[in-house]
């Protein structure tokens, strides 16, 4: 389970920003060391996702997905698959699958940690969210994806929601410094 591994060793190394996200960490490392499958969709009640926030180029804007499921405005993520080399591997996909940009080029160092029940997935589901972040490059153009009802971008400090994990992996992310 090359994948699993991967999630092992980025969770292990990973140096969490607060002591919530260090619980988390945790929570993800000792789930995965006692789910073989934890990584996929199949594993219930829980299983890993991976997920990215784009940011435009200047950082003043994030990219958001209507997600058509949820009828919420969410960063770019989903399950990962067998192909998927690693967690990065998997956000990337992800990322540009659904945001239509190209070209997109992930911080390799995950930015939060996300735990959310996913009612549309099962009763008691969740998902193990990692969340990357990318800059889209300044001349970026988005598309809709099937997943999507709409993909839009607002400013960092309009965001259509007041949704407090959003707001902590904006401000985490804000933080970096990253180059695209």
């Known amino acids: 389970m090359r994948l699993r591994d991967d999630a092992l060793a980025v969770l292990t190394g990973w140096p969490a920003p607060s002591a919530g996200q260090a619980g988390l ?6 789930y995965l060391a006692g789910h073989a499958s934890g990584v996929f969709r199949a ?10 926030l784009v940011l435009s180029a200047d950082r003043s804007a994030v ?5 058509a499921k949820a009828r919420r405005w969410f960063q770019f993520g989903g399950h990962l698959e067998a192909e998927d080399a690693s967690l990065l591997a998997a956000a990337t996909r992800e990322a540009t699958e659904e945001s239509g940009l190209a070209g997109l080029v992930l911080d390799p160092v995950p930015v ?9 997935c099962g009763e008691g ?6 969340r990357f972040l990318a800059l889209a490059p300044a001349d970026a153009v988005h598309a809709v994806s099937e997943e999507s009802l709409d ?3 607002f400013p960092v400090d309009a965001l259509p929601s007041a949704d407090p994990d959003m707001l902590e992996l904006i401000d985490l992310a ?7």
Do not use: K, M, N
Request: no cysteine; charged share 25%; hydrophobic share 35%.
């Open 151 to 153: 993909v839009r971008w």
């Open 25 to 30: 960490r945790q929570r993800y490392v000792d």
């Open 174 to 180: 804000l933080r970096r410094e990253v180059t695209s």
């Open 112 to 120: 939060q940690l996300s735990d959310h029940e996913v009612p549309f």
């Open 125 to 130: 589901v969740h998902h193990y969210d990692v």
């Open 43 to 52: 594993d219930r009640p829980h299983h890993l996702t991976a997920s990215t």
């Open 63 to 67: 990219l958001l997905t209507l997600h």
